[in-house]
């Protein structure tokens, strides 16, 4: 009988000088992690020592223990969760549908220039404009609520996701173009197989500010109109003098954000890796 030979890939070997490099990497890594968690519970000490002193008045600075000891009775009379939840769903509702609807409309504009020089300075207008003075005929035109507030999240996403977004696509070299239009290409295929793909850095970068700049509009929104929420609690604690009560939606704020954004950038990592 024949003998049969499977030739097995080698892995290709690292030498002991990138073995050093890499090792010293990880090293660096976690320095630089284990320096950041230092100096935040630094941070933390000093802020509970000042207040704890009276270097301060806790009044007006709260403090650490007492933003916990606020948000362990949210959490015991059952609010917090509805808080939380509220605030969570209207800003992924936001950010998701603005980013929709600024890559849609950014294909469009690139698609059909005259359109885009048409549209070009309202663009610019509508993104200089502060939104919060859209807030009366946002309430007026959708109802007071989660349309509201969600309407009110898309429209401060939705101008700057389009601009990131055709600026990307506006930036592809015109010679890579010219390369697939003389291989026959229609501009479709340019779209989906060039455009897209060379800029998925640009889209990933527009959904980390669209991701902050969802927050800003629903809190924003909040403000105006709403009845549970974080930005519900901001505004209550704001006109009851509880700044326990803001402190602990402003520490909850970022760490939901920090939770959002950590999410964005593992979809990144492995976005690179397939690449």
């Not at 800003?91 to 890559?103: E, N, P, R």
């Not at 309202?122 to 507030?149: C, F, M, Q």
């Not at 954000?257 to 950590?262: C, E, I, P, R, V």
Request: charged content about 15%.
């Amino acid at each position: 009988m024949k003998k049969r030979y499977i030739l097995k890939k080698s892995k290709p070997e690292i030498s002991l000088a990138h073995k050093k490099f890499i090792r010293k990497e990880h090293i660096k890594t976690f320095f630089i992690h284990f320096f950041r968690v230092l100096l935040l519970i630094f941070l933390i000490g000093i802020w509970e020592l000042a207040a704890e002193l009276n270097w301060a008045d806790p009044f007006i600075i709260s403090s650490p223990s007492r933003i916990i000891n606020q948000i362990v009775l949210l959490y015991n009379s059952g609010s917090l969760q509805t808080h939380i939840l509220t605030t969570l769903n209207e800003t992924i509702l936001a950010f998701l549908l603005s980013t929709l609807i600024g890559a849609a409309l950014a294909i469009i504009l690139y698609v059909i220039p005259p359109l885009k020089k048409v549209l070009e300075p309202y663009i610019i207008v509508l993104n200089s404009l502060p939104k919060i003075a859209l807030g009366p005929l946002i309430i007026i035109w959708v109802g007071i609520g989660t349309k509201a507030i969600v309407t009110m999240g898309i429209l401060i996403c939705v101008v700057i996701a389009t601009i990131n977004l055709l600026n990307g696509y506006l930036s592809i070299p015109s010679e890579k173009i010219l390369l697939l239009k003389s291989m026959g290409a229609n501009k479709f295929q340019i779209l989906t197989k060039l455009i897209i793909p060379a800029t998925i850095p640009n889209f990933i970068s527009t959904l980390k500010i669209n991701l902050g700049m969802a927050w800003v509009g629903v809190i924003m929104g909040e403000y105006l109109s709403s009845k549970a929420g974080l930005g519900y609690l901001l505004v209550y604690g704001g006109q009851v003098f509880k700044l326990d009560l803001v402190m602990s939606a402003i520490v909850i704020l970022c760490i939901l954000s920090g939770l959002m954004y950590a999410v964005i950038a593992i979809f990144e990592k492995i976005i690179n890796k397939k690449r």
